[in-house]
């Protein structure tokens, strides 16, 4: 059974940044389309940002557009949300998701929908 577990969350100042991580563990990350969402208090999951199967396809949300780069390290089965220059309304549970995908099938989707298994989320605070 996959397992994520999402980390590197935590309350910085507007302007800094952090980079999230999400291990998996149970199957080879490779096998998957990947995708980071977040939601943040009273309002809709959103998706932030999504990584085809094979990184053939990448995707941002416009709201992050030039300040977050998803990556995966397949050696460490993790898949990384590298945040700069975080505004307050970043802020929010940040939560990974992965879909299994065929080979050769690089789609993926800002949409909940798409995913099928979900980490638990972790905290990100911007706030002076």
């Known amino acids: 059974q996959l397992q994520l577990v999402e980390s590197g969350g935590g309350l910085v100042q507007p302007g800094e940044s952090l980079r999230l991580s999400c291990a998996a563990s149970g199957s080879p990350l490779n096998y998957y389309a990947v995708g980071w969402f977040r939601q943040a208090p009273g309002k809709e999951r959103e998706g932030v940002s999504c990584?085809?199967?094979?990184?053939?396809?990448?995707k941002y949300a416009d709201s992050v557009k030039g300040r977050f780069i998803i990556s995966r390290d397949d050696a460490k089965n993790t898949v990384y949300l590298q945040m700069n220059s975080l505004k307050p309304e970043d802020t929010g549970i940040y939560y990974c998701?992965?879909?299994?995908?065929?080979?050769?099938?690089?789609?993926?989707?800002?949409?909940?929908?798409?995913?099928?298994?979900w980490g638990q989320g972790t905290q990100v605070t911007a706030s002076s």
């Open positions: 990584s085809g199967r094979h990184d053939i396809s990448t």
């Open positions: 998701a992965v879909r299994r995908a065929l080979p050769g099938v690089g789609r993926c989707e800002l949409s909940a929908s798409f995913f099928e298994y």
